[in-house]
Nanobody, 123 residues
Framework: VQLQASGGGLVQPGGSLKLSCVDS????????VGWFRQAPGKEREFVSH????????DYADSVKGRFTISRDNSKNTVYLQMNNLQPEDTAVYYC?????????????????WGQGTQVTVSS
């Protein structure tokens, strides 16, 4: 599995970004995929995950109602639509492939990690 996260950037508070996570080796279609983030000086934290069928989703309370996760298995891609971004959303965002098809919030349950994409929310 080789994951490539992209779509980060600089955005003003209230703005939107859409992150993409592409599996270039086309192997994650049977696995859940998650997004995590890590801000400077903080531990990596769970953001969202989606089951392999795309029918089960979970979100951290801090992003619920603002972020939407989705996937297109035909394109081997998972997306994270982020709306109403706030300065506290500033972090490096990572995608990761879970060991199972269902997903979880625990870092250790994820087998493969992408390299991360920087999201900066600032006026």
């Amino acid at each position: 599995v080789q994951l490539q996260a992209s779509g980060g950037g600089l955005v003003q508070p209230g703005g939107s970004l859409k992150l993409s996570c592409v599996d270039s080796r086309r192997t994650f279609s049977n696995n859940a995929v998650g997004w995590f983030r890590q801000a400077p000086g903080k531990e990596r934290e769970f953001v969202s995950h989606i089951g392999w069928r795309g029918t089960t989703r979970d979100y951290a309370d801090s992003v619920k109602g603002r972020f939407t996760i989705s996937r297109d298995n035909s394109k081997n891609t998972v997306y994270l639509q982020m709306n109403n971004l706030q300065p506290e959303d500033t972090a490096v965002y990572y995608c990761a492939v879970h060991r199972s098809s269902l997903g979880s919030r625990r870092n250790g349950d994820y087998r493969y990690w992408g390299q991360g994409t920087q999201v900066t929310v600032s006026s």
